[in-house]
C-alpha cells in the first residue's frame, strides 16, 4: 500500500494504542474522544492494516462473566506510520513516554 | 439479568449491520459497554447519570453500524450503474426508443408542472406571502368576492386578527404621456397597500396612507417597473413626470420593484392609483360611500400565530354586527378566506378545473411513454433470460438481480427526464406567447424555477421505479433450466399465459388511450370548423369595429351624443364606407348586459325570477352595419331621439318568449324597473349569439343611443374595398375629434377569437397532446412487434424452410399485432363515447358521438398500427431460411 496519510485523530488514537491502552472503551475515556469518532477510526485503522484485532482470553472474560473483550495492538507498519506522524505533529512526539508502560491487564 | 437498556439499544441497531460482520460486531459493544458498566458499579454506584452515560456510549454504535454501511453499498451502487450503462450501450435502439418516448412524456408533465408551479404552489413576489389570505363576500347563494368601501373600513378598524387590510380594484384606464395613448389596466388601492405588502420602491416612493385621505385630493400614481422599462425607457426622470390618465394629470411618484406584479397572479395591471381618486377615475360612478356597492377585492396579512380558521370565526362574527347595523346592504352576508392571487375565489375553481384536465390529460400521455417502457423492459428481459439464468444459477439473489434491473430503468427515466426537459422548455415558451386577444388584462408569467426540476426528478425516478419494477421481478422468475439450456422461443416458460397476457393488454391499453385522447381533439377541430358556419345574426366578413370610452376621457353626458353624432357623420362620408354605426357593446364579447323586462299589466311578484333579455344601445345604421337581417319593421331613425317616444327593437327570440303568436310591433313593455317609462317595439331582427358561441334563443332587446347616451362605444364599419385602411381612415376622424383618445381596434373576424379562445386551447392540446400519444403508441407497438420477430427469427425460419410464402409470415406477424390493435380500437371507442360527453359544452354544432370524427379517428389509428405492424412484418420476410436456422 501507498504511503498513509494519518490525520490528528487518527494519530492521537494510534498513539493511545502504542501506549497501551488496547481496549476500545480506554482508548475512548484517554483521549476525551467520543464513540462514535474513535470505533469508525479503530476500524479505518485495521483496514490499513496498521492494527490488528484480538480477542482477549477467554478464562478472564468467564471469570468475570462477561463476553471477551477485543483489543488493538499497533503493528510494524503501524509504527512507521505513527513514527511519520511523529514528526508532523510535535506534541505527540512529547507524549510519547520514555520508559514502556507496564499494560493494565496481563494478556497472553 | 438486570435492566439493561443499552443492550436493546444495540440489539436494535446492530440490525443494520452487515450480516457477515454482525456477530463479531456485537460483542465487542456488548463486552465493552458490559466492562464499563462493572467497572461503574465497582466504583461508585450505578446512578441515574451513569446509566445515561451508558446509553449515550452505545449511541456511538450507531455510527459505527453506519461506518460499516456505505462502503458496500457505494461498490455494488457504482456496479450496477457501469453495468447497466453497458448494458444499454449494446442495444442502442432499444435504449434510444425508451428514452425518447419518457422524454415526451416526461416533458409534458413538466410543462404542465410549470403552469401550475406559477398559478397555484409560487407565493406572490411579497414580503411573507404565507400571511396573506384573500376576504371572499359569500352571500346568500352566490360567491361574490368583492366588498364594498364602507364594509371594508369597517372590517378594517374593528378586526383583531389581521395586522393590515387593505383593499383594490382592477379597471380599464386611459393612459396618455408623451403623444402617446395606451389603453391599460390599473388598480385602486387603499392606502395601507403597499406597506402591508412589505414592497420597496425600485424608483421614488410608494403610495402610503397620507395619500389616500381625501378623495379626489391626491393625483398621485406609481407605476410597474415593466411599464417603466416599456413605455418610459427606464428614464430615470419619471417620478415627477405629470401623465394623464382618464383625461386627468397625475403625477408619477415611484416604480415598483421588478417582477412585484400586484396582488393577483394572473393580471397584467401596470398603475396603482390611491382610492380616494376613485371618483375621478371612473367618471360617473362615486361608490367610495355607498355601502352596497361591491367593487373591491379585499386580502389581509394574518397577526403571526392566527389561524386562516380563527381570522375566519372571527371576521364573520364582524360580519354579524354588520348585518344587524345595515341590514339593507348587509343582509346574509358572510366572509370566507382562500388563498390569495386568484381573484379572490372566482377564477379558482375555473383554474382548478382547467388544470385539472390538462394534468389528466398529460398524465395519461405519461402513463403511455411508462407502457412502452414496461413493454420494452419486459421484450428485453425475455432476451437476456439466458443472462439472468447464468447468474441466478452462479448464486446471485433475486434481490440484487432486481436491483440491477431497475437500476437500468432507472437509468432510462433518469435520462428521459433530463431530455424531456428540452421539450417542457420548448412548450412553456410557446404557452409564455399565447396571444389573448386584446382587452384581456391577464397574462401567463410562468416561472421554471426549482420546484419544477425536482418535480421532474422527482417523476423520473418514480417512473423508473414503478414501471421498472414489475419487468424486472418477472424476469428473475421462472425455470432456470430451459434458459439455461437455451431452448428459445420453443420454451414453454416464454409462452406462459400470464406473461402474454400482460404484453399484450400493455398494448391494447396504449391504443385505447391515444385514441380517447385523439378522439378529444378530433371533435374540438370539428366544433372549430363548425364555429364558421354558425349562425352568429351578423356577418363577421368585411367589417370592423373601433372602440373607445368616452367615460374615461371625462365627457359628460351631453357631450358624448354630440361626440357621437358627429363621428358617425363623419365615417358615413368616408369613401368606401358601405354601412356605419355604434353600439355600446358589440356580441359575443368579454362584456354583456342584461336587463330585466316587465311586461305590460305583469305584476312582479317578491322573489320570483324576473324574466330578462341580452341588451344594447345602438345608433341608427347600426344592424345595416354589422350585417344583421332586419325580419320586420324598421331600424332606428334619427328621429328617435329624446324628445321622442321611446323605441326598441328586439330579436325572433324575444318576441316568441313575450310576445307568442302574436305580432310584436307596437307592443310595450318596460325595462329595468317595472316603474320604467314603456318603451315600443318597432323593429324585430334575426337571432344571433350574444354572450358566447354556444347558446341558443335568448330573448334580445335593444334602444336607441340617443334615446340613452352612453359613454363606451364602438363604431362598426362595413366596406367592400380594404379593410385595413379603412381602419385607419376611421381612426383618423376620431383623434381629429379627440388627440388623447386611446382607440382600440379589431375586424369582427378577429373578435370571434375570443369566445373561441376556450375551444382553441382544448383542441390544441387534446389534439396535440393525443397526437403525441399516438405517435407514443406507434413506436410502442413498433418496438414491441420488433423484438417479437427477432425472438421468433428461429421459427420464422423453420416455417419458410417448410414452404411458407413470404406473404404467409407476413400474414402471421401482422394479424398478431393487429388482433391487439383491434381490442384496443374498441375499448377506446367504448371509452371515448363515455366520456365525450364530458366536452358538450365546448362542443358548438358538433354532437359529442359525431359519427364522422369517430370513424375518422379509429381509421386514422388502425393506419397507423397497421404501419407500426408492418415495417417488422417486412423485416421478417426478409430472413434467410438458412441464416434463420442457424440462429439461435
Known amino acids: ?108 | 439479568m438486570r435492566k439493561r437498556p443499552w443492550l436493546w439499544l444495540l440489539r436494535f441497531v446492530g440490525l443494520i449491520v452487515p450480516r457477515r460482520l454482525r456477530a463479531d460486531w456485537r460483542q465487542e459493544w456488548e463486552a465493552e459497554l458490559q466492562w464499563r458498566e462493572g467497572q461503574l458499579a465497582e466504583w461508585e454506584n450505578l446512578n441515574g447519570r451513569n446509566r445515561l452515560a451508558l446509553l449515550w456510549h452505545s449511541a456511538g454504535a450507531l455510527a459505527d453500524a453506519l461506518w460499516l454501511q456505505p462502503r458496500r453499498w457505494e461498490d455494488e451502487m457504482m456496479q450496477d450503474l457501469r453495468y447497466g450503462v453497458r448494458m444499454l450501450a449494446k442495444r442502442p435502439g432499444f435504449t434510444l426508443v425508451a428514452v425518447l418516448s419518457l422524454a415526451l412524456g416526461l416533458g409534458a408533465n413538466t410543462a404542465i408542472f410549470s403552469l401550475i408551479n406559477t398559478m397555484l404552489l409560487r407565493p406572490l413576489p411579497i414580503h411573507q406571502p404565507e400571511q396573506l389570505v384573500a376576504l371572499n363576500n359569500a352571500g346568500g347563494n352566490q360567491m361574490f368576492s368583492n366588498f364594498s368601501y364602507p364594509n371594508y373600513k369597517d372590517l378594517r378598524s374593528r378586526n383583531d386578527v389581521f395586522s393590515d387590510l387593505i383593499a383594490y380594484r382592477i379597471m380599464p384606464l386611459s393612459l396618455s404621456h408623451d403623444g402617446i395613448n395606451e389603453r391599460r389596466w390599473g388598480y385602486e388601492v387603499s392606502g395601507n397597500y403597499f406597506s402591508a405588502l412589505g414592497v420597496s420602491a425600485a424608483q421614488g416612493r410608494l403610495l402610503v396612507a397620507e395619500d389616500d385621505l381625501t378623495p379626489g385630493a391626491h393625483p398621485v400614481v406609481v407605476i410597474g417597473y415593466k411599464l417603466w422599462q416599456q413605455s418610459f425607457g427606464s428614464a430615470p426622470n419619471v417620478v415627477g413626470k405629470e401623465i394623464i390618465v382618464n383625461g386627468r394629470p397625475y403625477t408619477v411618484v415611484g416604480v415598483t420593484p421588478q417582477g412585484f406584479l400586484g396582488t393577483e397572479i394572473a393580471s397584467a395591471s401596470e398603475l396603482w392609483f390611491p382610492l380616494a381618486m376613485q371618483s375621478q377615475l371612473e367618471m360617473g360612478s362615486n361608490w367610495l360611500d355607498k355601502r352596497g356597492s361591491e367593487t373591491l377585492f379585499v386580502q389581509g396579512r394574518l397577526k403571526p400565530g392566527v389561524s386562516s380558521t380563527q381570522a375566519q370565526t372571527s371576521l364573520n362574527l364582524i360580519a354579524e354586527q354588520l348585518e344587524r347595523e345595515y341590514p339593507d346592504d348587509n343582509k346574509g352576508k358572510r366572509i370566507a378566506l382562500s388563498a390569495p392571487g386568484l381573484f379572490g375565489n372566482t377564477m379558482r375553481s375555473n383554474m382548478l378545473g382547467f388544470v385539472g384536465l390538462l394534468m389528466a390529460v398529460v398524465g395519461l400521455v405519461l402513463l403511455l411513454a411508462c407502457i412502452n417502457l414496461a413493454n420494452l423492459l419486459l421484450a428485453r428481459a425475455a432476451e437476456r433470460r439466458r443472462e439472468i439464468a447464468v447468474r441466478l444459477a452462479l448464486g446471485a439473489s433475486r434481490f440484487r438481480l432486481v436491483r440491477q434491473l431497475l437500476t437500468e430503468s432507472l437509468l432510462l427515466a433518469v435520462g428521459g427526464g433530463l431530455l424531456g426537459l428540452l421539450p417542457a422548455l420548448w412548450l412553456v415558451n410557446l404557452l409564455k406567447t399565447f396571444k389573448l386577444p386584446p382587452n384581456v388584462p391577464v397574462v401567463f408569467a410562468i416561472q421554471v424555477d426549482y420546484r419544477v426540476y425536482l418535480f421532474t426528478f422527482l417523476l423520473s425516478l418514480a417512473t423508473g421505479v414503478l414501471f421498472g419494477l414489475l419487468p424486472a421481478w418477472q424476469a428473475t422468475q421462472g425455470d432456470l433450466v430451459p434458459a439455461l439450456k437455451d431452448e428459445g422461443a420453443f420454451s414453454s416458460h416464454l409462452r406462459s399465459p400470464r406473461r402474454t397476457w400482460l404484453k399484450s393488454s400493455l398494448i391494447v391499453a396504449q391504443v385505447a388511450l391515444s385514441l380517447v385522447l385523439l378522439m378529444g381533439g378530433g371533435l374540438m377541430v370539428r366544433a372549430l370548423q363548425q364555429a364558421n358556419t354558425l349562425k352568429l345574426g351578423f356577418e363577421p366578413q368585411h367589417a370592423a369595429e373601433l372602440s373607445f370610452d368616452l367615460r374615461l376621457q371625462g365627457y359628460e353626458s351631453a357631450q358624448r351624443k354630440e361626440f357621437q353624432k358627429r363621428l358617425l357623420e363623419r365615417v358615413r362620408a368616408l369613401p368606401g364606407v358601405q354601412a356605419a354605426g355604434l353600439a355600446d357593446l358589440l356580441p359575443v364579447d368579454l362584456h354583456f348586459s342584461r336587463t330585466s323586462v316587465y311586461l305590460e299589466g305583469a305584476v312582479p311578484e317578491r322573489n320570483a325570477r324576473v324574466p330578462g333579455a341580452m341588451f344594447g344601445l345602438v345608433s341608427p345604421g347600426y344592424f345595416q352595419a354589422m350585417g344583421t337581417r332586419l325580419l320586420q319593421g324598421r331600424e332606428f331613425t334619427a328621429q328617435d331621439d329624446e324628445q321622442a317616444v321611446p323605441v326598441a327593437l328586439i330579436n325572433e327570440s324575444f318576441a316568441r318568449r313575450f310576445f307568442p303568436g302574436e305580432n310584436p310591433l307596437g307592443k310595450q313593455f318596460s325595462l329595468g324597473r317595472a316603474d320604467a317609462a314603456k318603451v315600443q317595439v318597432v323593429g324585430i331582427v334575426e337571432d344571433g349569439k350574444y354572450a358566447n358561441l354556444n347558446e341558443d334563443g335568448r330573448p334580445y332587446v335593444v334602444r336607441p343611443m340617443w334615446q340613452s347616451p352612453v359613454g363606451a362605444t364602438s363604431v362598426v364599419v362595413r366596406t367592400a374595398g380594404d379593410l385595413p385602411s379603412l381602419i385607419a381612415s376611421v381612426r383618423r376622424e376620431i383623434q381629429q375629434l379627440d388627440p388623447y383618445m386611446p382607440v382600440a381596434t379589431s375586424t369582427l373576424v378577429e373578435k370571434l377569437d375570443l369566445p373561441l379562445l376556450p375551444a382553441r386551447m382544448v383542441a390544441s392540446i387534446l389534439g396535440g397532446f393525443g397526437l403525441l400519444a399516438l405517435l407514443l403508441a406507434a413506436i410502442g407497438i413498433y418496438g414491441v412487434m420488433s423484438y417479437g420477430v427477432a425472438q421468433r427469427t428461429h421459427e420464422i425460419g423453420i416455417r419458410m424452410a417448410l414452404g411458407a410464402q413470404k406473404a404467409d409470415v407476413l400474414r402471421l406477424v401482422i394479424r398478431q399485432g393487429m388482433t391487439l390493435t383491434l381490442v384496443g380500437v374498441g375499448i377506446g371507442l367504448a371509452a371515448a363515447l363515455a366520456l365525450t360527453r364530458l366536452m358538450k359544452s365546448l362542443l358548438f354544432g358538433v354532437s359529442a358521438t359525431d359519427p364522422l370524427t369517430f370513424v375518422g379517428i379509429a381509421g386514422l389509428l388502425t393506419l397507423v398500427t397497421l404501419l407500426a405492424c408492418y415495417l417488422p412484418a417486412r423485416r421478417a420476410t426478409q430472413v434467410d431460411p438458412l441464416v434463420a436456422l442457424r440462429h439461435e
Open chain 1, 1 to 108: 500500500m501507498g504511503h498513509k496519510y494519518l490525520s490528528y485523530t487518527m494519530a492521537l488514537i494510534l498513539q493511545a494504542l502504542d501506549n497501551g491502552y488496547r481496549y476500545g472503551f480506554e482508548v475512548m475515556t484517554i483521549t476525551g474522544l467520543a464513540s462514535g469518532t474513535v470505533y469508525p477510526a479503530l476500524r479505518r485503522l485495521e483496514d490499513a492494516a496498521l492494527i490488528k484485532s484480538k480477542w482477549e482470553k477467554q478464562s478472564v472474560a468467564q471469570a468475570e462473566q462477561r463476553p471477551a473483550r477485543k483489543y488493538y495492538e499497533v503493528t510494524k507498519t503501524g509504527h512507521r506510520v505513527l513514527g511519520e506522524a511523529r514528526q508532523r505533529f510535535r506534541l505527540l512526539e512529547q507524549m510519547t513516554p520514555q520508559v514502556a508502560l507496564k499494560p493494565a491487564r496481563e494478556e497472553s
